[in-house]
């Protein structure tokens, strides 16, 4: 099954609240992650707020992650899933 984000809800810094298409979701926080050229922006937490979502987060400057990295980091966070009542 493909990945992808389906909603996202910054949370302050670089911290964002992720759901996926299989129903994983939880918070993680990016600022770790904001490593080289296109992410150097990112550092401004008011320019990471800018995030949109296309599957997964990307930035008005063309930097994204790729979103089987954002899933990892989800469930490594200790994401849990959504109930689909």
Known sequence: ??????DAQHRGGHRVW??????????????TALRGP?????????YFAQFRLDDTLTWP???????EFLYD??????GTRASRG
């Open 18 to 31: 992720l759901r996926f298409n299989d129903g994983l979701e939880g918070e993680v926080d990016l600022s």
């Open 61 to 67: 400057n063309g930097a994204d992650y790729a979103p």
């Open 73 to 78: 980091r989800v469930l490594g966070a200790g």
């Open 1 to 6: 099954m493909l990945v992808h984000v389906t």
């Open 38 to 46: 296109v992410f150097q922006p990112l550092r401004d937490p008011e």
